[in-house]
């Protein structure tokens, strides 16, 4: 095997002879451009390279003065802090302050600055020319160790010195790079962890002390434009803040999120591969046309339970999480097969083993950022890898059955292991206080459900990847007529439930993004969130011209996208008029505003309402209800630049412990609508048809 392929650690990755093993998509060639300082923060969760992103960013700012002057600067591993540390640096803008101070006197350091005698307090002039220390970790580390007095005299030499010494001196362009500041505090969010050994520990010190590197630079920023700083940061970290700090937007400009296509994946992939020795391929003669074949020897591999082929490569990437760091393991662990061992049998007994590897690991990962569950208690519960929403609440309540102390469905009697049904009955598990069994399961990536593709016969199979729902709080699960075990938890399965091996589907092979056959099936009613919004004065728009109302039409039909709005679907039609449907109330008020954003960016005004209700779904994937009817009905009356709902839909957010706020509109309804006022709301009907009255709610973010 070729010394430097598959690399999973990125302190192992060399620059100079890998480059050709990675992949670069537009948004991290941008990064790596020279010029680009606005995007200071690398941020994804672990597995998604942003390490190997900083080795080469470091390396595009070559004639830079550097800090480090070699390398980037890895933090270490912590010492005990004390508890009166950890109260005091628990606080986000405490230990902003302590970054500030870090990286000032880093940089005034790596340019020789003397400060005049008695200019800094007794310890901040001791820290500074302490011997062997000179690197923002350096200072970091021991800055998080002061003393309560120490500290707030350092924090007073910030404003009155070292911030003023900061505008003066840097004159020239410098750039830092800091790397593992999670790693560094990785014990705080350990269960294990004990105060006698570890000393004072505080999980809220992980994510306090990434966010305060962000608001540190965010503010140092203003003060000199020449200092460059390029860090790594966890998603979970900048994810805990995403609806709290009034600054997250401005600060989104300064981060680039990490992500990959499929087919980028499979570059990269690819790239490694061919980089393995030709007489190690079973078939050389295929590897410019077909690597994965000629590595293998052949192109698919038969699906046991479907009884069909398979591509070989999209086989390989259903058993990952879709992190490139996972198809490094993967792939480093099949090209230790020798060509004549390679097999569908042994490929496939790798992958099973590696899958549960990597199933291992990536729990470890999140485990301290969501809900806590036992998987190996769940696991035996699942008999097949296609299960009805009805299935999923027999599981649930024998998971929390048997977990004694829970709440509802909680064992009442240990050694007799009875238990109470779930509280809020059969239909609804919005009451229920036990463990969101499949609700964290689906945050976590490892269940699936069926999106409407607008085909009679197919469903599109979605998964969430790492990061994408899992550090959201509340009960995430989507409506689904089925819903999906992910591959990669086959082998973990099978070996507690031998059930499930032969009662997995047999007509579709599961994979984020495949299709899904249904069978014949009757309607079906299902609950959706139903958005109906109109730019307002659009006629005036088109006074003024082709040219001004095509520019506009095209730009609209750009933003009232299902991709651009985060929903489930979304249709844009006669100029001025947008429809959405989403099965999760929270998200459409999210889209809702995103929408009202992008359109007041263009200068123009728009009105959006929405509502929540049951829909009926016929076999042909047609839909009807309500929820289209009663937001049709009231987006008119709504004022400009406004998103109001109905009492359903306000209900659906409060039920989901939503972040946006319903403001009733009875009780200071606008003059126009004050004036449709009927006995329990407003009336919403058009002139000539019969009275439809709703109770009507204005949502807005505080």
Not at 77 to 105: P, T
Not at 199 to 215: D, I, K, N, S
Not at 349 to 378: C, F, K, M, N, W
Not at 625 to 641: D, F, K, M
Request: with cysteine; glycine share 6%; net charge neutral.
């Amino acid at each position: 095997m070729a010394r430097d392929n598959w690399i999973i650690d990125a302190d192992n990755f060399n620059i100079s002879t890998g480059k050709d093993m990675l992949l670069l998509n537009q948004e991290m060639m941008d990064y790596l451009e020279k010029d680009n300082s606005i995007q200071s923060f690398v941020v994804a969760t672990k597995g998604i390279g942003k390490t190997m992103l900083l080795k080469m960013k470091r390396e595009a700012m070559a004639g830079f003065q550097m800090i480090p002057e070699s390398g980037i600067d890895k933090f270490a591993f912590s010492d005990n802090l004390s508890r009166d540390s950890v109260e005091l640096f628990r606080d986000l803008h405490n230990i902003e302050s302590i970054w500030s101070i870090a990286i000032v006197m880093a940089t005034l350091r790596r340019l020789s600055y003397e400060f005049a005698p008695d200019e800094l307090s007794h310890f901040l002039q001791g820290l500074y020319r302490k011997r062997g220390v000179g690197s923002v970790s350096e200072y970091f580390s021991h800055l998080i160790h002061a003393d309560r007095d120490d500290y707030f005299r350092a924090k007073a030499d910030l404003e009155s010195v070292l911030v003023p010494a900061y505008k003066r001196a840097v004159t020239a362009p410098i750039a830092i790079f800091i790397d593992n500041i999670d790693e560094y505090f990785n014990k705080h969010l350990d269960p294990g962890a004990a105060e006698s050994v570890a000393g004072a520990l505080e999980p809220e010190l992980w994510y306090t002390a990434q966010m305060g590197l962000v608001l540190s630079f965010f503010n140092l920023h203003k003060f000199n434009h020449h200092v460059k700083l390029f860090a790594s940061i966890r998603k979970e970290a900048l994810a805990r803040y995403r609806k709290e700090l009034v600054l997250f937007q401005q600060v989104g400009e300064r981060t680039l999120e990490l992500r990959y296509s499929n087919l980028e994946l499979e570059r990269i992939f690819i790239n490694n591969l061919r980089r393995e020795s030709r007489d190690r391929f079973v078939d050389p003669t295929r590897i410019e046309k077909d690597p994965v074949a000629a590595w293998f020897g052949f192109p698919s591999i038969k699906h046991k339970q479907v009884k069909s082929d398979e591509d070989l490569f999209q086989y390989l990437a259903r058993h990952t999480l879709s992190r490139p760091r996972d198809f490094m393991q993967l792939g480093k662990a099949l090209t230790r097969l020798a060509p004549e061992e390679r097999s569908q049998e042994s490929v496939r007994s790798v992958v099973q083993e590696v899958s549960a590897d990597i199933v291992g690991t990536y729990l470890s990962e999140v485990r301290p950022h969501v809900e806590a569950i036992d998987l190996q208690r769940v696991l035996p519960f699942i008999d097949t890898n296609a299960l009805s929403r009805e299935r999923l609440r027999e599981i649930c309540r024998q998971y929390n059955a048997v977990v004694v102390g829970g709440k509802a469905g909680a064992a009442v009697s240990d050694s007799r292991n009875l238990w109470i049904p779930c509280e809020a009955g059969e239909s609804d598990c919005a009451g229920c206080e036990g463990c969101d069994v499949f609700g964290i399961l689906y945050k976590l990536g490892f269940l699936g459900h069926l999106i409407d593709d607008g085909s009679k016969s197919t469903r599109i199979q979605k998964f969430c990847l790492p990061g994408e729902r899992t550090f959201e709080g509340g009960s995430q699960l989507p409506d689904s007529s089925l819903y999906l075990i992910h591959p990669i938890l086959n082998s973990t399965i099978m070996e507690r439930n031998r059930a499930y091996i032969g009662n997995r589907d047999k007509r579709n092979i599961v994979g984020n993004g495949l299709l899904w056959q249904l069978e014949d099936e009757k309607a079906t009613r299902r609950k959706y969130c139903a958005m109906k919004a109109d730019i307002c004065g659009f006629s005036k728009i088109m006074e003024q011209g082709a040219n001004r109302t095509l520019q506009l039409k095209q730009k609209l039909a750009e933003l009232a996208t299902a991709e651009n709005l985060d929903l489930e679907s979304v249709s844009y039609s006669e100029g001025d008029a947008v429809s959405a449907l989403e099965r999760n109330a929270d998200r459409a008020a999210e889209g809702a505003f995103r929408l009202l954003d992008a359109v007041r960016r263009l200068g123009l005004e728009v009105r959006v309402a929405l509502d929540s209700g049951f829909m009926t779904v016929a076999a042909s994937g047609a839909m009807t209800g309500t929820p289209y009817l009663h937001s049709a009905r009231v987006e008119p009356l709504v004022e400009p630049n406004q998103i109001w709902c109905t009492e359903a839909f306000a209900k659906e957010l409060d039920r989901l412990g939503s972040l946006y706020r319903c403001v009733d509109l009875s009780e200071n309804p606008p003059a126009a609508l004050a004036a449709r006022r009927g006995a329990s709301g407003f009336i919403v009907s058009k002139e000539g048809q019969s009275g439809l009255e709703l109770k009507l709610f204005r949502i807005v973010r505080d």
